[in-house]
């Protein structure tokens, strides 16, 4: 049975840092490309970040550049979402997500296979 288990979530304010991490089971992790998608209050889920099977490839939406870094441990099963200069529009249900296209970069949501069951981020100002 596949699961996917998110922790690091909490209540920061703006401008603060946050890691998130996502660890995997019941799945070969180093095969799937992994995404985080948070779903903020009365939104829809909106992809954020994905990363192919060995890392070699990040992709990032444009608002969260510069800010947000995914990365992963194929030895640790585990991906992480490191979240800087938090502002209040971050805040959040993060989830992520493991896509079976390991080689491939997947931003959206039918694209994936396996979902965790989310981490709150919640950003004062």
């Known amino acids: 049975q596949v699961q996917l288990g998110e922790s690091g979530g909490g209540l920061v304010q703006a401008g603060d840092s946050l890691r998130l991490s996502c660890a995997a089971s019941?799945?070969?992790?180093?095969?799937?490309?992994m995404g985080w998608f948070p779903q903020a209050p009365g939104k829809e889920r909106e992809f954020v970040a994905s990363?192919?099977?060995?890392?070699?490839?990040?992709y990032y939406l444009d608002s969260v550049k510069g800010r947000f870094t995914i990365s992963r441990d194929n030895a640790k099963n585990t991906v992480y979402l490191q979240m800087n200069s938090l502002k209040p529009e971050d805040t959040a249900v993060y989830y992520c997500?493991?896509?079976?296209?390991?080689?491939?970069?997947?931003?959206?949501?039918?694209?994936?296979?396996?979902w965790g069951q989310g981490t709150q981020v919640t950003v004062s100002s």
């Open positions: 997500a493991a896509g079976r296209r390991g080689a491939f970069i997947l931003s959206k949501e039918y694209e994936y296979d396996y």
């Open positions: 019941g799945l070969i992790f180093r095969t799937y490309t």
């Open positions: 990363i192919t099977w060995n890392g070699g490839r990040t």
